[in-house]
């Protein structure tokens, strides 16, 4: 018999579940040993750069009043309802457009630095324009200076992936009541051959005279008569029945084709017929009216002084820029598409940069924002816990949610809304962009599609300029 003054005899625990914080190959090592454990994505403070702790310590301390209160009004502005009023000509819209100037996606670049995508892009915008007989001398005439290169986001304009738009192009045109602000965006030129893929042969140049001379002119038409639509309250609906309205938006664009059918039935245009086969063929034919419509929101939140939300995000395959409000872009590298499914016979090694002005969707609630209401997300992250972890990632690094986007999937909450730099710097979580993949080199169009990350440096520098800026 054991006497009371005797130790207890020590037993193992017949169970052990286990909370890991910070590095989680403890918690893979667990798992794999068929222990429960609780994996807790922890890491150091602003990467532990002292500098950046002190700033984020104001910004989120004494000058977090001010801020905030900023950022409430920036909310307001991005869940407002802008309307898709018509489809015009460019250069008799956009102001700045003038003769022997393109747009193009991303932060300001001159030819020398453009990556062979966005060459070939405008080069088959300068022969679209007539300009240049071929796409030869369009880049003699690009390389001479002879065409001047204006980023699409400093006029009021966004444009998808590679496009680059001259005065002749359709423009969907975006007003904004609640915000004061007018948009455009370029009418989307379609799968294959196509410019905004980076390609400039023979047919991709024809592909810019037909949504030119036939899609536009019949879209125009048709939203005349149609009064406009509220592509955001039709995204809204698209999100409702799985659309991210960035990489997948085909419930979306069915919707918008439903609301035109009507209209267009009753064009008076020749080629309607042959617009209809374009659009009915095309399910992203709305991917670049729900980017208008969001650039003429983030342009109305841009007014608001001292936010510390996220206004401008692009990229044109060299660079990445950010802006808050109107201050100047803020700059670094275009960074890869890492998370990505690419067609049979192509891989990374054949990937242009992350590129193109649609992460403007990322910034309103679209996009990465709902990948996890997305089960077409999943396909590009690894499973469905995966899409989930980046709309989870994403909620961690906005300041509130979307008074319009829900998602049913994940109980109806309101998709992350309100990009905030103090948050991606404090936490170093920087936002997930849904992106399709170009060729780098051969011309050869889309060859995958996937999710890239927003490189962290920008956001860092955006976040120490604001602590400068605001007493």
């Not at 798992?31 to 807790?40: F, L, T």
């Not at 802008?82 to 489809?87: A, D, E, G, L, N």
């Not at 809204?236 to 209209?263: K, S």
């Not at 049979?344 to 590129?355: H, L, N, S, V």
Request: some cysteine; hydrophobic content about 45%; overall charge negative.
């Amino acid at each position: 018999m054991k006497r009371p003054d005797q130790d207890p005899v020590p037993r193992l625990p017949g169970e052990v579940r286990v909370i890991n914080v910070g590095l989680p190959i403890f918690a893979d090592a667990l798992r794999d040993q068929g222990a429960p454990v609780v994996d807790v994505d922890w890491r150091i403070p602003a990467g532990g750069d002292g500098g950046l702790v002190s700033a984020l310590g104001r910004l989120l301390g004494p000058k977090a009043t001010r801020i905030d209160a900023a950022n409430a009004r920036v909310l307001g502005h991005l869940n407002a309802s802008p309307i898709i009023r018509t489809v015009e000509r460019a250069g008799a819209v956009i102001e700045g457009l003038g003769e022997r100037t393109l747009l193009h996606c991303g932060p300001a670049i001159t030819w020398d630095d453009m990556i062979d995508p966005l060459r070939r892009s405008a080069t088959a915008a300068i022969v679209a324009e007539g300009w240049a007989n071929n796409v030869a001398t369009a880049a003699e005439l690009a390389q001479a200076g002879e065409v001047m290169f204006k980023p699409a986001n400093d006029h009021q304009t966004v444009v998808p992936m590679a496009t680059v738009i001259g005065p002749s192009a359709p423009v969907y045109v975006v007003e904004n009541a609640h915000g004061g602000t007018t948009a455009f965006s370029s009418v989307n030129q379609g799968a294959g051959e196509a410019p905004w893929f980076g390609v400039n042969n023979e047919a991709g140049i024809d592909r810019l005279k037909l949504v030119r001379d036939v899609i536009g002119p019949v879209l125009a038409e048709a939203l005349k008569r149609r009064g406009g639509i509220d592509i955001l309250d039709l995204a809204a609906q698209g999100v409702a029945m799985a659309d991210d309205v960035h990489m997948r938006i085909q419930a979306t664009t069915n919707l918008v084709l439903r609301d035109l059918l009507p209209a267009l039935v009753r064009s008076s245009h020749p080629l309607t017929a042959v617009a209809a086969d374009f659009l009915a063929g095309n399910p992203l034919t709305t991917l670049n009216m729900a980017m208008a419509a969001a650039k003429a929101l983030a342009d109305a939140a841009a007014r608001v002084d001292g936010t510390s939300i996220v206004t401008t995000m692009a990229r044109n395959g060299s660079s990445f820029g950010i802006r808050l409000g109107n201050r100047p872009w803020i700059v670094t590298d275009a960074p890869p598409v890492r998370s990505a499914l690419f067609r049979p016979g192509f891989g990374p090694e054949c990937a242009a940069p992350d590129i193109g002005d649609s992460a403007v969707l990322e910034l309103i609630g679209l996009g990465a924002a709902v990948a996890g209401n997305t089960p077409a997300a999943a396909t590009f992250l690894g499973g469905a816990n995966d899409a989930l972890a980046l709309t989870q990632a994403m909620e961690t690094i906005s300041v509130g949610e979307s008074d319009r986007f829900r998602m049913p999937y994940l109980s109806n909450k309101g998709a992350p809304l309100g990009l905030d730099v103090r948050r991606i710097a404090e936490l170093s979580v920087t936002p997930g962009i849904s992106t399709g993949i170009v060729h780098a080199t051969d011309g050869l169009g889309q060859i995958g599609a996937g999710i890239a990350r927003a490189p962290l440096a920008c956001f860092v520098q955006a976040a120490l300029e604001l602590d400068e800026r605001i007493a």
